[in-house]
């Protein structure tokens, strides 16, 4: 018994001295918490008033990015100008990396290597805003169609928020120490920029960039705002291309033909059956048509249709069985037809995988925003089945982190939410434009927060 009554003792001695040590090691950090909030807080102002400084400059490359977009894997100009900015500011750049991708290192003594992405790259849509900057551009497509071009995604926003964040830190190079590894990257909108720039090199040409940060425009919700998922973001994405084989014939007697277009028609409903019938319900998952292309007269039966498919999932095991079933549904069809077997490809250029943030990169960072945002403009939200090719920094093993600007007035997002209100245009709408203030000073100023809260003195 005495002995029992000892080991009782002792084990409560124990455990009050583990609990003293677990109290006294929370206050410590809790303390350095305080101080590293603090430190940040004195940098705050600086950083205002370096972005209030360079506005005029900022809006005006920002309507001179929206004025002049590029197509994917076309972005010659934009790629240049990027570079003659980073330049100017101090930075080491390399152009060329992976097609038109830049590389900006700028060295500033020992401590982590942050990379910030911007990409470059816009879209074949004709803009209808009405700004007196909206783009008129025109270029070929990569099948040699004449097409309008437009930053319908806001990535002449990113651009400018991205040459902002470099001009403030390079300003402050008193404040921080570590390596700076700001990127332009082409090709994220057909999701190839980031496969290749890593396919040239891009972390064993450039230093290995120990934390990842980007941001992208959100056009539902305010400027002065910003949100951010902790953990996944965004979706898997692929690319599919079906050829639907028949044989050609007239109009008038089909039992000639073998007809194609019933054929994708079938397997544009079939498809739907993938997600309601084959798909756990608590798994996310998108099969969408975008695309349908079939004959050339009312009363000619074609030989072919071809369709295109965007196909997105939150799991790999998921995205493997979709595909499968895709493929299995259209030989399915034309084995029921009598038709040829129909050909399907998946495009592994253009597959971008999930975005996931790093939990605790999300966790360092977020205080931070809410310090000099305030935590009711810093919001969390649930994952979309958008892509993003930011994702293939962490496969690579790098913590990253992906966080939502605001880029709408208040006033409209509020009326888009009255019964019977204006819906706000979405990303890649032809009339989506992110409204340059306070977007930019939001921007910026979140950006710098961000890369000084980890290589801040």
Request: glycine share 10%.
């Amino acid at each position: 018994m005495r002995t029992q009554c000892v080991g009782k003792v002792g084990a409560t001695s124990l455990a009050a001295v583990a609990a003293v040590g677990f109290l006294a090691t929370a206050a410590v950090q809790a303390q350095i918490e305080a101080k590293e909030g603090a430190a940040l807080n004195e940098r705050v102002p600086e950083i205002q008033n370096r972005i209030a400084g360079d506005y005029s400059r900022l809006e005006s490359l920002y309507k001179h990015f929206h004025q002049h977009p590029e197509l994917s894997l076309q972005e010659v100009q934009t790629s240049a100008r990027l570079t003659k900015e980073l330049r100017e500011i101090g930075f080491e750049v390399t152009p060329n990396v992976g097609g038109h991708g830049i590389v900006g290192v700028l060295k500033n003594g020992d401590g982590p290597t942050v990379l910030v992405r911007t990409d470059m790259d816009a879209l074949p849509v004709v803009e209808q805003t009405g700004l007196t900057y909206a783009s008129k551009q025109h270029a070929r497509d990569k099948n040699g169609n004449d097409v309008g071009v437009m930053h319908a995604c806001g990535h002449d926003m990113h651009m400018t928020c991205w040459v902002g964040t470099a001009r403030v830190l390079a300003g402050m190079r008193d404040r921080w120490h570590g390596t700076l590894l700001f990127i332009g990257q082409p090709a994220e909108e057909i999701g190839a920029g980031a496969r290749m720039m890593l396919d040239d090199g891009l972390f064993k040409r450039f230093p290995k960039p120990d934390y990842g940060l980007a941001l992208h425009c959100d056009s539902r919700s305010a400027h002065g705002h910003v949100t951010y998922s902790d953990g996944l973001a965004l979706a898997n994405v692929d690319s599919v291309d079906i050829t639907v084989r028949g044989k050609g014939g007239h109009g008038s007697a089909p039992q000639m033909a073998i007809d194609p277009i019933v054929i994708a028609a079938r397997i544009i409903l079939d498809l739907q059956t993938i997600v309601s019938r084959e798909t756990n319900p608590t798994d996310p998952a998108v099969v969408t048509v975008g695309s349908i292309h079939g004959g050339t007269k009312h009363n000619i039966i074609p030989n072919e249709v071809k369709l295109q498919l965007t196909v997105r999932t939150t799991k790999d095991a998921v995205r493997m069985h979709t595909l499968e079933a895709i493929e299995r549904i259209a030989k399915a069809a034309a084995v029921a037809a009598r038709a040829p077997e129909p050909i399907v490809k998946v495009d592994p250029g253009e597959f971008t995988p999930a975005l996931v943030n790093d939990a605790a990169l999300t966790r360092k960072t977020i205080p931070a925003l809410k310090e000099v945002l305030g935590a009711d403009n810093v919001q969390e939200r649930p994952p979309i089945m958008g892509g993003e090719d930011f994702s293939r920094y962490g496969r690579q093993g790098i913590p990253i982190f992906m966080y939502f600007l605001g880029t709408f007035p208040p006033e409209r997002i509020a009326e888009a939410k009255k019964e019977g209100g204006r819906p706000i245009p979405s990303l890649h709408s032809d009339l989506y434009y992110p409204v340059p203030e306070p977007s930019i000073k939001t921007g910026v100023l979140t950006m710098s927060v961000a890369v000084l809260n980890l290589v801040g003195k």
